[in-house]
């Protein structure tokens, strides 16, 4: 069974910084795509950064230059670094991994930029 458990959300100010880790664990063989996702309050999940098996990295027009997502395949994790956060930036961010043809969904962790 896979698992994919969030860490690292909170609250903080405008302009500031916060680094989210993701965590796999399970019967994994390898882990294809992984990235992030986020829902606002009243709004569908988007998103927000993507990065595959090699390294290579795409990004929401509205995070780009202020969001870093990274992997680290030893350890089947995923991080991103999030700078200059906004309070356009809060929501719940959710972890995703593609494993095989299969995609699981970490439980979500909550990010809350205040002004």
């Known amino acids: 069974q896979v698992r994919l458990v969030e860490s690292g959300g909170g609250l903080v100010q405008a302009g500031g910084s916060l680094r989210l880790s993701c965590a796999v664990s399970?019967?994994?063989?390898?882990?294809?795509?992984m990235g992030w996702y986020r829902q606002g309050p009243g709004k569908q999940r988007e998103l927000v950064a993507a990065i595959t098996s090699l390294g290579s990295t795409n990004y929401a027009d509205s995070v780009k230059g202020r969001f870093t997502i990274s992997r680290d395949n030893a350890k089947n994790t995923v991080y991103l670094q999030m700078n200059s956060l906004k309070p356009e930036d809060t929501a719940v961010y959710y972890c995703?991994?593609?494993?095989?043809?299969?995609?699981?969904w970490g439980q979500g962790t909550q990010v809350t930029v205040s002004s």
């Open positions: 399970g019967s994994i063989f390898s882990i294809n795509d």
């Open positions: 995703n991994a593609q494993i095989s043809s299969w995609f699981y």
